[in-house]
């Protein structure tokens, strides 16, 4: 049974750092993608950044770009999300998705984990 499990999420301050993990279990990504997605309270849930395991390819939404860093050990099965310089409009629920190399869907989703950004 293939699970991915989010943790890191917390309160912290305006211009703060957290970085998010995602254990992968059940199976290795290896030559797939893995990507964060977050939900902001009362809006849609939205990509954040994904990483293509076997090409190091990386991919940020542009509400993002320059302040998050995705990356990922394979050893670990493990990815994560670097966030600096976090903003109030960061605070949502952030998930874990992976997308299987053969599938235009993202086949496995975490539970989420919460970041609150105060102001």
């Known amino acids: 049974q293939v699970q991915l499990v989010e943790s890191g999420g917390r309160l912290v301050q305006a211009g703060g750092s957290l970085r998010l993990s995602c254990a992968a279990s059940g199976r290795t990504f290896s030559r797939d993608t893995m990507a964060w997605f977050r939900q902001p309270p009362g809006k849609e849930r939205e990509f954040v950044a994904a990483?293509?395991?076997?090409?190091?390819?990386?991919y940020y939404a542009d509400s993002v770009k320059g302040r998050f860093t995705i990356s990922g050990d394979n050893a670990k099965n493990t990815v994560y999300l670097q966030m600096n310089s976090l903003k109030p409009e960061d605070t949502a629920v952030y998930y874990c998705a992976a997308q299987l190399s053969y599938s235009t869907n993202y086949n496995y989703w975490g539970q989420g984990t919460q970041v609150t950004v105060s102001s």
């Open positions: 990483i293509r395991w076997s090409a190091g390819n990386t």
